[in-house]
């Protein structure tokens, strides 16, 4: 394969050079910078046209060195996001599933610092079995959907104006818009981190597992990585919550400096409300919420407004009180208190055994993860065959109740044949909505533009250059390796960098192909955090959260501020701890 390579480098011409770095060079900055003034276009508009422009100028200008696409592009990689998505779809409709994102997403609105943690332990763990990839496309859109009900900041800072929040209080501090960033943050690297577990955590270990399962086994693997990246998750986390906490807190001491006379103007009454200038008293809120009651949208509307000014005076709420109209009059001015029906353990077992269709769907998502540890077909053929189940079984499962897909009562009357029809072709339409078409754009126009870069062999002239004739052996020659993994890794992609070093790292004995592979996979995956185009992970965080909340959206720029220096940090230890455990088991296995 190496020949091979070799061949294919020497017939490439200067100009073939020239327009391939070219190309790989407009593609790499709108990557980085899209819309940007020079060259508005977006991400997924400036990889369609760079990947077509490398089609077109090595079959009509250098015909010798033709494309071939089907080799060029990674198609598991594009059905393996592509059934995630669907799965996506699936599971996040899912009663269960909707109670468990409600659950965090209250977390991240009541208890903002639980909730930033709980989302990026939940991605850590997760990502080792789903991947990284798709472990963000499951959680940004529910992590974002936690920010849209919460006020614009400038009404937000109109509030906070008028308190002094304590930042290590979870009681007082109040969740922003602004602090969507960190928490996407905080998914993207928790992702990448727990990715590097695995051969099964992300693309780039896929092909590692190719060559290194024979010296290195899945749960051998696991034992060097358990320690690199467990430490720079907590070290990356903490990282990003300290920038975060400091956001806020410089955010708060600017507003302070521009509204500094509100302390002498409350100092007089401190129980009088500056909007209203009434005393903020709970009997006469209760009073006037009981005056009202007669009309039930004006009683919840009183409601709120006045829990909203107890709330920012840190006074207690009062408890809503939910009423429905009655054909009847009473004494009660027809209206009663709506109570929920409790649900005894009882029913809920008859309920799980006489519907076990939403329940199915996670024993299908816990059997896929097992037998993703068995080697009986590949990582991409395994989730789509998962999402083709899943399908067909919530489809057919819930028709044979005569209930709607996701959603319907046992109680209410069975749908009609027609009825279920409509229900299925609509289950559908919005199934194959849910699939991300322009992100699967820019991964197949990355695809072809990085084997048409790969292609010139300056990145194997580069890489050859830097390992030198004894490569790990040493300790500049360790570093060097390194240091071209994670920079290239930024322009050409880890999966690039990956299929790059194979070929050489084959040829190395076992006890240096063990070391070799465990520095490589944990430098390329981790070192995704560096930049927002060192991970896939952080494309897929970026482009869906532009597209879901433009003002969430995750920059170059604000990406590299926050987690550039913490990424080389853990890098760097990583790599001694690696070594550590690696000379720890070389010396066990002489030992023995």
Request: hydrophobic residues 45%; proline residues 4%; negative net charge.
């Amino acid at each position: 394969m190496a020949d091979d390579d070799s061949e294919q480098h020497m017939d490439t011409s200067l100009p073939y050079n020239i327009i391939a770095c070219i190309i790989f060079a407009f593609m790499s900055s709108c990557l980085f910078f899209p819309n940007n003034d020079y060259i508005p276009l977006d991400r997924r508009t400036a990889s369609v046209i760079a990947g077509t422009m490398c089609y077109l100028t090595r079959n009509f200008f250098f015909p010798n060195n033709k494309m071939n696409v089907e080799e060029a592009v990674d198609f598991d990689v594009l059905l393996l996001l592509a059934a995630i998505m669907c799965i996506n779809y699936i599971i996040v409709n899912q009663k269960e599933t909707l109670a468990v994102v409600e659950y965090v997403q209250n977390q991240i609105r009541d208890k903002p610092k639980n909730g930033f943690w709980l989302v990026a332990f939940s991605a850590f763990l997760a990502s080792p079995f789903l991947t990284n990839d798709g472990v963000c496309l499951l959680f940004v859109e529910p992590i974002l959907n936690a920010f849209s009900e919460l006020e614009d900041d400038e009404e937000s800072k109109k509030k906070d104006e008028e308190e002094e929040l304590d930042f290590n209080s979870d009681s007082d501090f109040k969740l922003e818009r602004k602090d969507a960033l960190y928490f996407l943050l905080g998914l993207a690297c928790s992702s990448n981190l727990g990715s590097a577990l695995t051969y099964t955590g992300n693309p780039q270990n896929m092909i590692v597992s190719q060559d290194a399962v024979g010296v290195m086994p899945p749960y051998l693997f696991l034992a060097y990585m358990l320690l690199p990246s467990l430490g720079g998750w907590l070290m990356t986390l903490l990282w990003i919550q300290r920038c975060w906490m400091r956001m806020r807190g410089d955010a708060c001491n600017q507003r302070k400096e521009r509204s500094g006379h509100f302390k002498s103007l409350q100092a007089g009454n401190p129980m009088i409300d500056s909007a209203s200038g009434h005393s903020i008293s709970t009997e006469m809120d209760q009073k006037t919420i009981e005056m009202a009651n007669v009309d039930t949208d004006r009683a919840l509307m009183l409601q709120e407004a006045i829990n909203d000014r107890r709330k920012r005076h840190k006074k207690k709420p009062l408890d809503l009180v939910i009423f429905t109209k009655k054909s009847t009059d009473g004494d009660d001015f027809g209206m009663s208190m709506d109570t929920p029906k409790k649900q005894t353990m009882l029913k809920k077992v008859a309920k799980i055994i006489v519907s076990p269709f939403p329940y199915a769907m996670m024993m299908i998502m816990a059997i896929m993860i097992a037998l993703i540890f068995i080697d009986i077909m590949s990582i991409a053929g395994l989730v789509c065959m998962t999402a083709v189940v899943m399908t067909i079984i919530l489809v057919l499962g819930n028709h044979w109740q005569g209930l709607p897909i996701f959603g319907g009562h046992e109680d209410a009357p069975p749908l009609t044949a027609a009825e279920k029809k409509m229900n299925t072709a609509l289950f559908f339409d919005e199934l194959f909505d849910s699939i991300d078409y322009s992100l699967l754009l820019i991964f197949l126009g990355t695809f072809i533009v990085v084997e048409n870069m790969d292609s010139t062999g300056l990145p194997k002239r580069l890489w050859d250059s830097i390992v030198g004739d004894t490569p790990f052996d040493t300790f500049a020659s360790v570093f060097g390796i390194s240091v071209f993994i994670i920079t290239s890794s930024q322009f050409l992609g880890n999966v690039a960098v990956i299929q790059l070093a194979k070929p050489n790292v084959a040829e190395l004995d076992d006890d240096e192909k063990r070391y070799a592979w465990a520095i490589i996979s944990f430098v390329a995956t981790v070192g995704g955090n560096l930049t927002i185009t060192g991970s896939a992970a952080n494309i897929i965080v970026a482009e869906k959260a532009s597209r879901i909340d433009p003002n969430s959206s995750v920059d170059f720029f604000t990406h590299a501020r926050v987690c550039f220096m913490v990424t080389l940090v853990s890098v760097v230890l990583g790599s001694f701890m690696i070594t550590a455990v690696v000379m720890v088991d070389n010396n066990l296995r002489e030992s023995w």
